[in-house]
């Protein structure tokens, strides 16, 4: 990412609300339960941590694959997400409590650091996780994406930063820009019912990717929303975007905000 580690911690709570809002009407969407503060919590390696801890319901019944809302019952495609931000390290755990229960657990964590993307095994993995650890490198700017996801205004090669003065990204812009980050992410996911588990396991996967993709193209692309905004900004700003969204997603209107609204 074109951006530092401290300015990324605030390009992504921002871009967040944005998209929370811009899904969210009709029924689904994102429903915040909690979102408090946490202290001496263990997360990596046990390692005490602090920061922000939100509980959210994502309520997906039309956004999940095809083939999953044919699987799963009425009603059941809710999922739990916790998540403890301790940034630059993040944690977060979804489930499905309703209706697969112990059949299905994601986890994704997160480091943040300021170099090129070559820090190997930054998550500190055991020889054996190491063995089934798959790579995947993301490029906001040079990587395909599907027709149908591509905005115009959120294309890292052609948006240019009024503030700041940041981009188009052009060929190998990693080697010339300044600031440099990499944001670093671990995806484990579990699915054991038997006959569909490498098929749903396999479909997670290439789901995360493209949000993580079409995410952090977001985030830059959106820097002249949120750049010089202060954490208490953010904290404001979210609160009134959870505020919003129960109302917005029981009214069936998909409708966004800046933090100037």
Known sequence: MPVSVEEYQIGQLYAFSVESLNNTGGGDGIQVIKSESFSN???????????????????????????????????????????????????????????????????????????????????????????????????????????????????????KSLKTGRGALKESWQQKVDPLMTCYKLVTVEFKWFGLQNRVENSIMSTEKRVFTLFHRQIFCLIDEWFGLTMEDIRQFEAKVNAKLEKQRNQGELRGMKATE
Not at 85 to 96: E, F, L, S
Not at 114 to 130: R, V
Request: aromatic residues 10%; charged residues 25%.
């Open 41 to 159: 919590v263990p997360l990596l390696k046990g390692k005490p941590m602090s920061g922000q801890y939100t509980y959210k319901i994502y309520h997906m019944t039309s956004k999940a694959p095809e083939f999953i809302q044919m699987l799963m019952p009425k009603g059941s495609l809710e999922f739990h997400e916790e998540s403890w931000n301790a940034y630059p390290y993040c944690k977060t755990i979804v489930t499905n409590p309703r209706f697969m229960k112990e059949d299905f657990h994601l986890t994704i964590e997160s480091i943040h650091r300021a170099d090129g993307g070559d820090s190997e095994n930054i998550m500190g993995l055991s020889p054996d996780k190491l063995k089934i650890r798959e790579v995947c490198h993301i490029d906001i700017a040079k990587d395909r994406i599907a027709s149908a996801d591509y905005k115009a205004n959120y294309d890292p090669c052609q948006f």
